[in-house]
C-alpha cells in the first residue's frame, strides 16, 4: 500500500518537476529533500500539494511544512 | 409578426414558416408574455395563443398590451461574481432601449428569456415586427442551419456564445449587424466575428442590468463619456450628481480617452501575495492560434493561498506546447498556470457566459 503511495507521489513530483523545468539525477527516495535535493520552490511545492490534493483529497501542508517525501507519505 | 421557433426539426420548418405567415404564433411567446408581464395586468387568457385561434389580430392587441404594460418587469442579475441581485424596471425603461428601424430584420435569439439582454432583443424585435428564431442553448449545427434557411440578419449574444461556433465553417453574408455584450469581449472574439460575418458592423455594448446599456464600442476599444468614470482602475457608473456604482470592471487606458477592460476585480487571484488577474491570462492563451478557449482558474492550497490552473479548448496542441507557449509568453513564473487541462469544451452559465 505503502509502495503504491511512493509511486503515485513520485509520479506527481516527476510531472511537477518537469514543469517547473528541474532535472534531478537520483532515484526518488522517502529521504529525498523537496527543496534541497529536488530544488522545488513555492510554486512547485504547491502545485505538488495540489495535485496530492486531487488524488488523495488531503492537502499536505494542513499543518505546517513538509521537507521530505518519507514527511509527504506520512500526511496520506 | 414575431415569431420564436422552438425545438422544431429541420424539416418542418418550412410548415412553421407557413403557419406564422398565416397569422399563427410559437407558443413560447405567450410563454414569454406571462414571465415578463410578471405583475401581470394583462389578461392572458384573452390572448393565450393555442393551435385553434392564432389569429394575428390577437398577436397585435397583444404587442399593444405589452408595449402599454403599466407592469415592472424583474431581472435577476447574472451574478457572475457573487450573489444575484434582483432588479426591477418598467416597460418605459425597457422600450426606451428600443430603436425603430425601417428595414425588417431577422433575430437569432440567444440569451436566457428572463435577463435583461434576453428582453431588450425580443421587445426590438416586437416593435419592429421582425423574426425571432429562437437560438438559446442550440448546438453549432442547428445555429448554423437556422442562420442560413431564414437568413439572419441581426445576431446578439456574448463573446462566449460567438467562440463557440468555432471552427468557422463557413462566412454569413446575410448578417447585418452583430451585437456582443454581457462579458469582457477579447480580441478573439472580434477577429471572429470579422471573419465570419464579413458584411456586419459590430456593436460591442457594456450595460448593466440596474442601467441598460452605458457603453457602445466598433470594436473592444471604449471612449471616454459622460456616464462614466474611472478611478483606480474600476469603472463606476454615474447615477445621480455625484452619485457612482461601482461596476467592480478593471479597466485600463490606452490614451487619454479610451480605454479597454481587461477583467473583473472579484476574479483577482491572490498567488502568496501576489496578484493575478485570470482574464489577462486567458487572453494570452488564446492568442495562440491553434486555441480557441480557454479559463483560468484557481486552486487553492495552504502553502501559497491559491495556484493557478486552466482549462484549454484545442485538439491540436499539446499540453507541453501551452506549457512552452506559455513560458516564452509570460515572465512572472507565478502567472504561468501550474496545470493545464485540455478540454472538449468550457462550461457555460445559463446566461451563455464562461463559468471559472
Keep these: 500500500?505503502?509502495?503504491?503511495?511512493?509511486?503515485?507521489?513520485?509520479?506527481?513530483?516527476?510531472?511537477?518537476?518537469?514543469?517547473?523545468?528541474?532535472?534531478?539525477?537520483?532515484?526518488?527516495?522517502?529521504?529525498?529533500?523537496?527543496?534541497?535535493?529536488?530544488?522545488?520552490?513555492?510554486?512547485?511545492?504547491?502545485?505538488?500539494?495540489?495535485?496530492?490534493?486531487?488524488?488523495?483529497d488531503i492537502d499536505v501542508?494542513?499543518?505546517?511544512?513538509?521537507?521530505?517525501?518519507?514527511?509527504?507519505?506520512?500526511?496520506? | 409578426m414575431i415569431f420564436i421557433i422552438t425545438e422544431k426539426k429541420a424539416e418542418t420548418y418550412s410548415s412553421l414558416l407557413y403557419k406564422v405567415n398565416e397569422g399563427?404564433?410559437?407558443?413560447?411567446?405567450?410563454?414569454?408574455?406571462?414571465?415578463?408581464?410578471?405583475?401581470?395586468?394583462?389578461?392572458?387568457?384573452?390572448?393565450?395563443?393555442?393551435?385553434?385561434?392564432?389569429?394575428?389580430a390577437n398577436l397585435l392587441e397583444l404587442k399593444s398590451k405589452i408595449i402599454n404594460s403599466k407592469s415592472r418587469i424583474r431581472f435577476k442579475t447574472s451574478g457572475t461574481t457573487g450573489n444575484a441581485k434582483k432588479i426591477t424596471?418598467?416597460?418605459?425603461?425597457?422600450?426606451?432601449?428600443?430603436?425603430?428601424?425601417?428595414?425588417?430584420?431577422?433575430?437569432?435569439?440567444?440569451?436566457?428569456?428572463?435577463?435583461?439582454?434576453?428582453?431588450?432583443?425580443?421587445?426590438?424585435?416586437?416593435?419592429n415586427n421582425d423574426t425571432v428564431i429562437d437560438g438559446y442553448k442550440k448546438d453549432r449545427d442547428y445555429i448554423f442551419n437556422v442562420m442560413k434557411e431564414y437568413e439572419v440578419t441581426n445576431i446578439s449574444a456574448?463573446?462566449?456564445?460567438y467562440k463557440l461556433l468555432l471552427p468557422i465553417k463557413e462566412q454569413f453574408l446575410k448578417v447585418k449587424k452583430i451585437t456582443v455584450?454581457?462579458?469582457?469581449?477579447?480580441?478573439?472574439?472580434?477577429?471572429?466575428?470579422?471573419?465570419?460575418?464579413?458584411?456586419?458592423?459590430?456593436?460591442?455594448?457594456?450595460?448593466?442590468?440596474?442601467h441598460g446599456a452605458v457603453l457602445f464600442s466598433r470594436n473592444n476599444v471604449f471612449k471616454v463619456n459622460d456616464k462614466i468614470m474611472i478611478k483606480g482602475g474600476v469603472l463606476l457608473v454615474k447615477t445621480g450628481e455625484n452619485i457612482h456604482y461601482n461596476t467592480g470592471d478593471l479597466v485600463k487606458m490606452i490614451n487619454d480617452t479610451e480605454f479597454v477592460f481587461i477583467g473583473r476585480n472579484a476574479e483577482i487571484i491572490n498567488i502568496g501575495g501576489r496578484n493575478v488577474n485570470p482574464s489577462q491570462i486567458e487572453d494570452v492563451i488564446t492568442n495562440h492560434p491553434k486555441i480557441s478557449q480557454a479559463v483560468v482558474y484557481t486552486k487553492s492550497n495552504k502553502l501559497l493561498g491559491n495556484i493557478l490552473a486552466c482549462k484549454v479548448v484545442s485538439t491540436e496542441v499539446t499540453e507541453n506546447e501551452i506549457r512552452s507557449y506559455l513560458k516564452e509568453k509570460i515572465k512572472e513564473g507565478y502567472k504561468i498556470p501550474r496545470i493545464i487541462n485540455l478540454v472538449d469544451s468550457v462550461l457555460v452559465s445559463k446566461n451563455n457566459k464562461v463559468v471559472r
Design chain 1, 1 to 56: 500500500m505503502s509502495g503504491n503511495k511512493l509511486e503515485k507521489i513520485t509520479n506527481i513530483i516527476t510531472i511537477v518537476m518537469k514543469n517547473s523545468s528541474l532535472e534531478y539525477e537520483g532515484d526518488i527516495i522517502p529521504q529525498t529533500h523537496l527543496r534541497n535535493d529536488l530544488g522545488l520552490d513555492s510554486l512547485a511545492l504547491a502545485e505538488m500539494a495540489v495535485r496530492i490534493e486531487d488524488e488523495f
Design chain 1, 61 to 76: 501542508f494542513e499543518d505546517g511544512l513538509v521537507n521530505t517525501v518519507k514527511e509527504v507519505l506520512e500526511k496520506l
Design chain 2, 24 to 56: 399563427m404564433c410559437d407558443c413560447y411567446f405567450t410563454s414569454f408574455v406571462s414571465d415578463l408581464v410578471s405583475d401581470n395586468d394583462i389578461d392572458l387568457s384573452n390572448y393565450v395563443i393555442n393551435k385553434k385561434k392564432n389569429k394575428i
Design chain 2, 89 to 127: 424596471h418598467d416597460m418605459s425603461f425597457l422600450l426606451n432601449k428600443t430603436k425603430k428601424f425601417t428595414k425588417s430584420c431577422v433575430w437569432l435569439y440567444t440569451y436566457n428569456k428572463l435577463h435583461m439582454g434576453g428582453v431588450q432583443v425580443l421587445l426590438q424585435a416586437l416593435i
Design chain 2, 158 to 161: 456574448t463573446p462566449t456564445f
Design chain 2, 181 to 210: 455584450g454581457g462579458e469582457r469581449t477579447d480580441d478573439k472574439t472580434i477577429e471572429i466575428i470579422n471573419e465570419m460575418f464579413p458584411n456586419a458592423k459590430v456593436n460591442n455594448i457594456y450595460a448593466t442590468t440596474e
